[in-house]
């Protein structure tokens, strides 16, 4: 097979797989995708998956992305609170959280870290649909949780207060009854006493 009939069938994928691809062609020679990416015509996003080699800037399709290249997973932590307007700095990976072990994948279009929780802690979450793609993303209040929980470096109000919320936006957004009835759910005491610093901080 040569690489414009490949790229004919398979254009309208963001990204492919071995499997997709010998769905349509069983036989197909899998040194094919050795080939085409040492001429860059694709990328290898982890093993396994791949797109045409194009580096993307549009953030809807990284998040995307990083659903599909390791799943179950959803888009959490610095991403998400940068996502929501919650912190100031600019993230330059993107975080998730996974039932999987945890992992990071640095490709043509960045570095994805994934994280392990739990997987009764895989929960909170929103599907956003845009023209083009829907992905998973923590909703604010898990955004928290997963940032608490995971972050063991947060131990103290000058902790919390060091990691520059914006308060205004988070007043505005944040669902207390919400944020309490997860923190309940994920039973957690350091957690618990992580959530009691971050009231104190926004509401001292």
């Known amino acids: 097979m040569n690489f414009i009939d490949f790229k004919q069938q398979f254009e309208n994928f963001t990204i492919f797989s071995i499997s997709d691809v010998e769905k349509y062609y069983p036989d197909f020679n899998k040194m094919n995708f050795i080939t085409w990416q040492k001429k860059n015509y694709i990328s290898k996003l982890r093993n396994g998956k791949y797109r045409f080699d194009k580096k993307i800037t549009n953030e809807t399709e990284l998040f995307y992305i990083a659903n599909k290249i390791y799943t179950p997973s959803y888009i959490s ?3 998400a609170l940068n996502y929501y307007g919650l912190i100031p700095e600019a993230v330059f990976s993107i975080q998730s959280v996974s039932t999987l072990k945890t992992q990071s994948f640095e490709n043509i279009q960045g570095l994805f870290n994934y994280s ?3 997987s009764n802690y895989f929960f909170g979450y929103r599907h956003i649909s845009t ?3 829907t992905f998973k993303i923590a909703d604010i209040e898990k955004t928290l949780l997963d940032f608490l929980y995971l972050r063991n470096s947060i131990k103290t109000i000058e902790d919390v207060e060091g990691l520059r ?3 205004i936006i988070l007043k505005e957004k944040i669902s207390i009854p919400k944020l309490d009835q997860y923190t309940t759910y994920m039973n957690s005491k350091l957690l618990h006493k992580k959530i009691t610093l971050l009231k104190s901080c926004l509401y001292d």
């Open 131 to 133: 023209e083009n793609y």
């Open 116 to 118: 392990n929780i739990k």
């Open 165 to 167: 919320l914006n308060k």
């Open 77 to 79: 932590l610095e991403t």
